[in-house]
């Protein structure tokens, strides 16, 4: 799975760099093992947060619905968001960087779970995350 997980790491960071919303979020990937991902992304005011200059739900929510799904893919497998759990502990304020971590506790040939952690530049715990995602397809390495 080594050789595999270099060509994922490889295709994934591709197909991500080429996502729109991804890029309007500015969601980087850090690190990928396989069954994990470390993500990241800025804190920008003005364009993650919300009235109150804390990071919008909805920004912390793509951000770890993005996390969880590298890491099923991390695995081989296309998958789909079927259910996606939240909770909120701390509010971000703007900062140059949070990290969201992903790990598959689940992986079903039809469906997958995973679990993500979001955490502020000063490593206190922002989101906790779960959710369930459909398996679609797989991904498959091109032959050269």
């Not at 890029?23 to 990937?29: G, M, P, R, S, V």
């Not at 800025?42 to 799904?69: C, E, R």
């Amino acid at each position: 799975m080594e050789k595999n997980i270099e060509w994922l790491k490889k295709n994934l960071a591709t197909i991500y760099d080429q996502n729109p919303y991804i890029n309007l979020l500015d969601i980087q990937i850090n690190t990928l093992k396989e069954g994990q991902a470390e993500l990241s992304m800025p804190v920008l005011a003005g364009k993650h947060t919300n009235l109150y200059n804390i990071a919008h739900g909805g920004a912390l929510a793509s951000l770890a619905d993005t996390v969880m799904g590298v890491a099923c893919a991390t695995t081989g497998k296309k998958v789909v968001t079927l259910d996606l759990n939240m909770n909120f502990i701390k509010g971000a304020i703007p900062q140059s960087e949070i990290k969201a971590y992903g790990k598959v506790v689940h992986n079903g040939k039809n469906t997958m779970v995973a679990e993500g952690e979001i955490f502020d530049s000063e490593k206190q715990l922002l989101v906790k995350s779960r959710a369930t995602f459909f398996v679609t397809g797989m991904f498959e390495e091109e032959k050269e």
